[in-house]
Structure formats: structure tokens, C-alpha cells
């Protein structure tokens, strides 16, 4: 038996695709048939019919279907073979393994701290040599970093799904905006209010959801971000749909940023005439708030607490019997994750200057969500990544307008086919050893496994229930 | 002489009712008159028993029987309708009573268990599961997380130390940075045991854990379970259904039909036990 994809394999499995691809194809024209063939003609208001677009429409559905059955075999195919090859070499297989370690030490650690270098170099000297646009959007993006880190706390973590993520993210906005627009409080002392604000009502919304997982939570959340949503509509303070303007952007110890130091960018460092420096202080803000989200994100997810979340996620009743209380886990993770909602608010709020109620619509906690999906799940490299594609993809796909959301439903649907733990998934921490380092498993070692499995030949794994 | 059984057995259960703790000196673990009901079912109804400090105490039954109901009263999964479980930590301690607490409170008290079907964190590695095993040993909060403090990581590499030493101990070392999902099942088995013995327990209750193993698995598994009782300072309680296993490593057996207990003894006199026979076998 061989494991590899072989060309008349390949072949075979297609043939086998042909009749359901054809059926899909003639359903989709069915189904297309009158918008397709009939278009309105305005100019003497009459019906032109022809059948000129049925081919190309034929042909394409035919082909994607094609494709899309091939892939899904695929993809069952290497599940299969990878099965068959574990089943087979199992105990040579798991001791391949770096061996395992008193201390911890990361993976691919050697490089990476290098890398990170690079990157922040790069992130720093990046506004200065952008367009104004270019720089809006990267904030944008960063904020969206911020969000989608706080929000992988929350759902990728600990598996609590929160669909009105973007409740908390309007709290923080909404803070700054009514703090400097009636008490002229300045942004620095309303971020860390923005995100205390967001955390109390994170517990808020956490205590009655306590007793709530799955799709009971989903349907709380979800209400919770259309509540605040609506009574940020309603209420008069708030000053309702038409929101709150002329909020500050933050300052920088009082100095005008576009005066003198915005002379001295423009004339030695070329940097774009149109510039408003505020945005790149902006930028520069955000971007160690996402620094230090990293940072703390990475510590949690490797901490008593972080993996208490992580076995909460796993199995609830499992982590109880390890003596964690999902009570506090839970709401941890909730008030936690909201946080940085808050302060992430904070800072769009001194980004756009403007903030009313429809900016922060369900669509919004979808956004959030998709990021943290497509991203991949748990995954701090992941759910960055997810961010970027997703805030900034839209603004290079504005020619495509039109079709945008279409675009984004399709490619989340290929993503959660083919590619269910996201676009970079998530990767346990190793740990190796310090004093044998070599790589080398010992004899010993090899003796137990093959005594605990009981299973030197392969054909004692088969029989696993 | 179906009558003639009928009488024994009511002869003995009203023996078991009376004598709590009987033939059992120095107990770690009592239950006392435990029931447990849903809706009209009595899953468990007024069960007295008691667990020998550092023996080896098996729990055996026809499904259905009320075992693992046992189980879940005693570690707080259900909170039992009536009754008492007292947990003597030592013997210069005062008991404590154990009934209507939380699970992961009396996990800390020193009750670990495992599961009939495996209940292991699936998408972490075999090394993380044994570390949230060290969760309520440890102390780091929210403040110990983000600083990363000299105090926290002192902990978690101590902690890391201790659940390694575990995994060598009972052989998954090697596993270590293995996805427990990917781990072989008698692995997995061994996993969630050590998972148990991570927390520090003063018993360990152990749900079938022999339950879809094979021949070779299950005498390493009767091996693992004696090195527990020597290496661990721990008390054993087992639910299992493999005859040949039970009576080889326990040194008390109670007997479970029906939701209460008919029988309780060392191995030798429960084989003979014609209610014990008529519970698994039926009569005519």
C-alpha cells in the first residue's frame, strides 16, 4: 500500500467528482436561470432574453465544483494515510520528539528573537515614510490587533464564545468620548479608565453568564452588544445617533505636534507634507499597546491561570476535578478579555475624533470574531495575522466594494473547510531537556513506552474503541 | 431456595447499614448513609463505606448499579441527596466533611479522580495536562501572570520539575510535548492517572480505568497501580469490571446492585458470595 497521491489516483477521484459536479452545475443554472438570461433594458423599457452568459456560468460552477470536491477528498485522503502511518510506527514515531525537559525552553526560540527585532524596526520607521491614508489604516489594522488579541482571551483561550465583543470596545469609546466631551479629561488619564470601565462591565456581564456555555452564551453576548448598542442610541447623555465629535486626539505633554516637530519631520526626514503627526503618535500608541498585549497575552497563556482557561476550554468537568474554579477562570477571562476591548476604544475614539453608536454594530463582534477564527484560535501570530488580512484587506479591495462581504463569506467558509485551526494554528509551548539536550532518547525509556501501550506490533492500537 | 437468598441478602444489607466503618480501622475516607436521587430514581440509596488509610479498596457491580454515582456524590459532581462523606486527612487532624462542596474545593482537599471515558485536555501536550494537575498546589493569580515575577517562575519551573518527575516515573516522558489526543490509549489512561496523582491526592478514585485496554495493557496497568500505592502516600478507590484485576490488587471489594451495597469483604470471601453470584449471574 503506498500513502502517496498518485496522478492516476488523482484521476480516478476526479472521474468518480464528474456526475455531482455536473448536477451542481445544472442546479446553479436552474437557479440563476432568470437573473442571468433575462436583463431589463431601460432605455425602451423592455426584456432582452438571451442565453449568452449561461456557458461561462455553466462551465465556471462546473470546474469550482470539481475542484471543491477534489479538495475535500484530498484533504480525507491525507487524514487517512497520516492515520494509517502513526498506527504503524507509533513508538518510533512519538520518541522523534525533542526530548522533554526540566526547564522550559521555546521552540525556534534562536530565531526568533531576531525576527521580532526586525519587525520593530520596520513597525517604527513605517509611518514616516507612508501616506497619510497608509498610516489611518494601519492604525486601523493595530486596533484590530488589539481587539482580536483580546477577544482569542476570551474565545480562542477559554472557549467562552462572546458574540458582543464589540460592546466592550464601544464602553472604552464611549468613556473617552463623554469624559473629554463634558469633563475635558485627556486621553491619557481616560485610557486606563476606558479599560477599567470595560473590565467591571465585563464581570457584569459575567456573573449572570456563569452558568451559561456554548450556544446559551453566544445568544447573552450577543444581546448584551445590541443592548449597549441601543441604549448608546437612546439616551440623551450619550447624545444619541449623532454621537459625540470634536473628541482630542491624545497629546504628547502639551506640544502641538503638527507645529515645530512637525517642521522639523517634514523638512529633514521627507516625511509627507499632508501629514497629521497626531495620527502617528497615534500610531506609535497603539502600537505599544499591542506590544504589550503580546507580551501579556503570551505570559497568560502560559500560566497557572492561562492554562486553567485552556482546560476550561478542553473539558469543563475535567478542570474542575483538577481542582480549578471555573467560576474564576471564567470570569477572569471575561473581565480580562474585555480590557483591552476598552482600551482599544480608547484609542479609536482619539483616532477618529468622532464615535456614535453605529460604529459599533453586530457586524463589528462578527469582524472581531472572524479575525480571531481565521486567524487561528488561540494562536498569537495567528490572530495578528487574521487582523492585518482583515482590516486591511477591505481598504486594498475597495475597487471590489460591491462584492466585499460576498468575498469575506466565501473565503471564511474555504478557511473552516480546509483549514479549521486558521491561518497559523496554535502551537503548545515544547519544553527540552537542558541537561541531555542531545536529542537521544535513552533505552530505558523506549521499555516503558512499549510496556504502557502494550503495544510493540501495531495491531494492538486497532483495537482501541 | 430463592427465598432462602432473599433472606441473606436482607440480613446483610441491614448489617452493612448499622456497622459504618466496620472493619475498618483507620479509614481516610467515609461515606455515611449516602443517597442519591433524580427525579423518582434512587441511584444510590443510604451507601455506608468506608476506605482504609494506604489500601486498595475496589467498588464492583453490574452496570448501572450506582458506581460511578458513587463517584460523582463523593468529588462533588453531584451534590448527594442525603447522607455524609467525611474525609479523615491524618490521624492527628480533626475529619472534614466533605458533602455539598464544589468539585475543584474538594480536589483540593485531596480527592483526585478519572473518568470512565477519558476526560483528558485533548489539544494540550501530555506535560501541560499534568501541570494543570499541579493547579490547586500552586498559588500564582492574575498579578504572578502578566509580571512574571521571581516568585511565579520559581513555581512553575517547580511545578514544570514536579509533573516531569511524574511522567518518569510512570513511563510518558518521552510523550512529554505530545498532543494528548495523539497519544495511544492505554497512554491516555496512564495520562489522566498521573493527570490525578499530579494534584497531590490523599485518595485516588480510579473509574474503570482498565475499560478498553487489552491483555498487556492491563497488567501494566495492575503494575501501575501498585507502584502508586508505593511510591504515592495515596488511598485507592476503583471502580472496575475486570474480575482478574480487581481481585488482585485490592484488598477490600464493595459489592453495588441496584444502587445499594449487598456485599463488602477481601476478594477471596466476595468470589464466594452467593449474592455477589445471583447480582452478576440472575438465578432461575
Same mark, same amino acid.
Given at each position: ?6 496522478? @492516476? ?34 432605455? =425602451? ?6 442565453? $449568452? ?47 522533554? @525537559? ?19 524596526? *520596520? ?6 515614510? @507612508? ?22 482571551? /476570551? ?24 469624559? =473629554? ?7 491619557? /488619564? ?32 450577543? @444581546? ?23 473628541? +482630542? ?8 505636534? =503638527? ?7 517634514? =523638512?529633514?526626514?521627507? /516625511?509627507?507634507?499632508?501629514? $497629521? ?13 499591542? *506590544? ?22 478542553? $473539558? ?34 482619539? +483616532? ?13 463582534? *462578527?469582524?472581531?470574531?472572524?479575525? /480571531? ?51 497559523? +494554528? ?5 519544553? *527540552? ?8 532518547? $535513552? ?23 | ?18 456497622? &459504618? ?16 436521587? #433524580? ?10 463505606? &468506608?476506605?482504609?488509610?494506604? &489500601? ?13 454515582? #458513587? #463517584? ?9 441527596? %442525603? ?29 483526585? %479522580?478519572?473518568?470512565?471515558?477519558? %476526560? ?69 489512561? %496512564? ?94
Amino acid at each position: 500500500m503506498t500513502h502517496k497521491i498518485t496522478a @492516476s489516483h488523482i484521476g480516478r477521484v476526479i472521474w468518480s467528482e464528474f456526475k455531482p459536479a455536473l448536477l451542481a452545475s445544472f442546479w446553479i443554472c436552474l437557479l440563476a436561470f432568470p437573473i442571468m438570461t433575462l436583463s431589463i433594458n431601460p432605455t =425602451n423599457q423592455s426584456f432582452k432574453f438571451s442565453l $449568452d452568459r449561461m456557458p461561462y456560468l455553466a462551465l465556471g460552477t462546473f470546474v469550482l465544483s470539481i475542484l471543491w470536491r477534489f479538495f475535500l477528498k484530498r484533504r480525507a485522503f491525507i487524514g487517512i494515510t497520516k492515520a494509517v502511518h502513526q498506527s504503524e510506527g507509533l513508538p518510533e514515531d512519538l520518541r522523534k520528539g525533542p526530548k522533554p @525537559s526540566w526547564l522550559t525552553v521555546v521552540k525556534a526560540s534562536r530565531y526568533r528573537r531576531q525576527g521580532i527585532y526586525v519587525l520593530l524596526a *520596520i513597525m517604527a520607521i513605517l509611518p514616516f515614510i @507612508s501616506s497619510p491614508y497608509t498610516v489611518n489604516v494601519m492604525v486601523t489594522a493595530l486596533i484590530y490587533v488589539t481587539l482580536g488579541l483580546g477577544l482569542n482571551v /476570551v474565545v480562542g483561550v477559554s472557549g467562552l464564545l462572546n458574540l458582543g465583543y464589540i460592546a466592550f470596545y464601544a464602553i472604552g469609546a464611549y468613556t473617552y468620548g463623554l469624559l =473629554n466631551h463634558y469633563f475635558g479629561l485627556s486621553f491619557w /488619564v481616560c485610557l486606563p479608565l476606558g479599560g477599567l470601565t470595560a473590565t467591571l462591565m465585563g464581570l457584569l456581564l459575567g456573573f449572570p453568564v456563569i452558568r451559561l456555555s456554548g450556544d446559551y452564551l453566544a445568544i447573552v453576548t450577543l @444581546s448584551f452588544g445590541e443592548i449597549t448598542r441601543l441604549v448608546l442610541n437612546n439616551l440623551t447623555v450619550t447624545r444619541g445617533p449623532r454621537g459625540i465629535s470634536y473628541i +482630542q486626539p491624545a497629546g504628547f505633554f502639551g506640544i502641538d505636534l =503638527n507645529g515645530a516637530p512637525k517642521e522639523f519631520l517634514v =523638512n529633514y526626514l521627507r /516625511v509627507d507634507p499632508a501629514m $497629521d503627526i497626531n495620527k502617528i503618535f497615534t500610531y506609535f500608541i497603539i502600537l505599544c499597546l499591542v *506590544i504589550v498585549t503580546i507580551i501579556f497575552v503570551f505570559r497568560l497563556e502560559n500560566s497557572r491561570l492561562g492554562r486553567a482557561w485552556l482546560a476550561m476550554r478542553e $473539558d469543563e468537568v475535567a478542570c474542575q476535578a483538577m481542582g480549578i474554579n471555573r467560576t474564576r477562570a471564567k470570569l477572569t477571562a471575561f473581565a480580562l478579555g474585555s480590557t483591552w476591548a476598552g482600551l482599544a476604544g480608547v484609542v479609536f475614539a482619539s +483616532q477618529i475624533t468622532f464615535i456614535n453608536p453605529a460604529s459599533f454594530s453586530f457586524l463589528g463582534s *462578527i469582524l472581531v470574531l472572524s479575525i /480571531v477564527v481565521l486567524g487561528g484560535m488561540g494562536s498569537i501570530p495567528g490572530v495578528i495575522l487574521g487582523a492585518i488580512v482583515l482590516s486591511a484587506l477591505p481598504e486594498q479591495l475597495r475597487f471590489f466594494s460591491q462584492y466585499r462581504m460576498l468575498l469575506f463569506g466565501a473565503l471564511m467558509v474555504l478557511m473552516m473547510v480546509f483549514r479549521p485551526g486558521g491561518l497559523i +494554528q496554535s502551537t503548545r509551548e515544547v519544553y *527540552i531537556h537542558k541537561t541531555n539536550g542531545n536529542g537521544k532518547g $535513552d533505552g530505558n525509556g523506549t521499555a516503558r513506552l512499549e510496556a504502557l501501550t502494550g503495544a510493540p506490533k501495531p495491531e494492538a492500537t486497532g483495537e482501541r474503541p | 431456595m430463592s427465598a432462602g437468598l432473599d433472606k441473606g441478602a436482607g440480613a446483610n444489607a441491614a448489617g452493612t447499614g448499622t456497622g &459504618s466503618g466496620s472493619g475498618c480501622v483507620d479509614p481516610i475516607l467515609s461515606t455515611v448513609g449516602i443517597s442519591m436521587v #433524580f427525579g423518582g430514581l434512587v441511584a444510590l440509596n443510604s451507601v455506608d463505606l &468506608s476506605i482504609e488509610r494506604g &489500601s486498595i479498596t475496589a467498588l464492583i457491580g453490574p452496570n448501572g448499579s450506582g458506581k460511578t454515582t #458513587f #463517584f460523582n456524590c463523593v468529588t462533588g459532581i453531584y451534590k448527594p441527596t %442525603r447522607g455524609e462523606v467525611i474525609l479523615y486527612p491524618a490521624l492527628d487532624l480533626p475529619s472534614k466533611s466533605l458533602k455539598g462542596l464544589p468539585a475543584d474545593v474538594i480536589t483540593h482537599e485531596g480527592l483526585a %479522580r478519572t473518568f470512565q471515558n477519558i %476526560r483528558l485536555f485533548n489539544n494540550l501536550t501530555v506535560l501541560e495536562n499534568v501541570l494543570i494537575g499541579r493547579h490547586t498546589r500552586m498559588r500564582a493569580g492574575l498579578w504572578g501572570a502578566l509580571t512574571r515575577n521571581r516568585k511565579t517562575r520559581a513555581e512553575e519551573a517547580a511545578a514544570i520539575e514536579r509533573s516531569y518527575g511524574l511522567l518518569v516515573t510512570y513511563g510518558l516522558d518521552a510523550m512529554a510535548n505530545e498532543l494528548a489526543k495523539n497519544l495511544p490509549y492505554g497512554a491516555q489512561r %496512564r495520562l489522566e492517572i498521573v493527570r490525578a496523582l499530579a494534584t497531590e491526592p490523599k485518595v485516588l478514585l480510579l473509574d474503570e480505568p482498565a475499560a478498553g485496554l487489552n491483555i498487556a495493557e492491563t497488567a501494566a496497568l495492575r503494575d501501575l497501580i501498585s507502584d502508586i500505592r508505593e511510591n504515592e502516600k495515596v488511598s485507592i478507590l476503583l471502580i472496575e469490571h475486570d474480575m482478574n484485576l480487581v481481585m488482585k490488587v485490592s484488598k477490600k471489594i464493595y459489592v453495588f446492585d441496584y444502587g445499594r451495597l449487598i456485599a463488602q469483604g477481601p476478594p477471596d470471601e466476595i468470589q464466594k458470595d452467593p449474592k455477589v453470584i445471583k447480582a452478576y449471574l440472575g438465578e432461575d
